[in-house]
């Protein structure tokens, strides 16, 4: 059985735990705004870069850099292109789909992306929802605890003492 211990001045708190959770954080905006950042920019943009300070109004503007120019392309040319499926014994896939475990874990993914959240407030620390939540952890009976054991009892039960 597990407990949360606190020690107020003069008093100890026992709590059993009845229950624990794990909660999941989720990170997925972070790729949907990277994926947003490099469809607007292109591959290899430095538009979202800092380019340090601004310019002092006083100093003269520097010299603009001259624009790359694109090397012609050369003539084009049509290419014809097939496509198989071919799967091996063990159900793996070759020639670029999906294989196994890659679809399993896309599917497990999208299950998770498709759960339901709970909604939670958070309260910062010296709110008064906070202190309120806080006071109630901590019991507020005045009852004496009486010993059971004595210290020698404690002691001859614990091994290589």
């Keep these: ?21 794990q909660l999941r954080p989720t990170l997925t905006y972070i790729d949907t705004m990277t994926r947003k950042s ?62 196994a475990v890659r679809r399993e874990m896309l599917i497990s993914m999208r299950a998770e992306e498709d759960e339901s959240w709970d909604d939670y407030e958070y309260c910062d620390g010296e709110a008064p929802e906070s202190n309120t939540i806080f006071e109630a952890v901590f019991s507020h009976s005045e009852e004496m605890l009486e010993c059971k054991t004595d210290i020698t009892a404690v002691l001859k039960n614990i091994k290589g003492l």
Excluded at 75 to 93: F, H, I, L, T, Y
């Design 1 to 21: 059985m597990d407990r949360l211990v606190q020690y107020r001045p003069g008093k100890l708190h026992l709590h059993q735990i009845t229950e624990t959770h």
């Design 38 to 99: 490099k469809r607007r920019g292109g591959a290899g943009s430095d538009d979202d870069s800092d380019d340090g300070p601004p310019p002092d109004p006083d100093e003269p503007a520097p010299a603009p850099v001259p624009k790359k120019e694109k090397k012609p392309t050369g003539e084009a040319r049509e290419v014809q292109v097939s496509v198989r499926k071919n799967a091996d014994e063990k159900g793996m896939q070759l020639g670029g789909g999906l294989t």
